[in-house]
């Protein structure tokens, strides 16, 4: 039961919008801690402009929402990464059940090549809060091989933490709170001179 003043985590999240609008996934673990609807909402309206025929990288999935969201309002594909068995049997039958066009890869994030699954121009960094650290992440993705040259990085995090410094070639473009969350958007940039 939770504790007054806190609510339980959601038993299901529903897909915003597009072809899979309002169908629900379930969330059958407590250790998956689902984006909120109005967190996927906001960034989602971010990133409108940027999902047609896209290639996306959902690399803590957990319960895919991320990845399907994006997948519904227009992305290509999307590969998910997910280290905890349940959760990648319950997202691989997701997927079938939906028709989403994505892979679902059994593994630690961090050691994945990301160069031959890539290029990813949408990437979800959604590690859990107290998991790897965020400029680690950055730099690995950035050094990973697996970005398009002007991929799109959204990262979330637990609402005391700052934005991580990024790699040099990266802009921060959006943030916000709400809730327990921060979140945002980065964008990558490879110039011809440099």
Known sequence: MPKAGKSALPSAVRIIAGRLKGRRIPIE????R???DRVRETVFNWLAAHLDAVHCLDMFA???VLGIEAWSRGADSVIFVE????AVEQLGSRLAEFGCAGEVHQADALRL???VLGPFDIVFLDPPFKGPD???LCTLLESSGGLSASALIYMEMDRCNEVPELPPNW????EKTAGQVRFALAERSI???G
């Open 83 to 86: 280290q905890d068995k349940q």
């Open 191 to 193: 110039r011809a001179d």
């Open 171 to 174: 802009s921060l473009i959006k």
């Open 62 to 64: 957990g319960s895919g």
């Open 134 to 136: 965020m400029v680690n």
């Open 34 to 36: 689902p984006t909120p």
């Open 113 to 115: 090549d990301y160069s």
């Open 29 to 32: 673990s407590e250790t998956i």
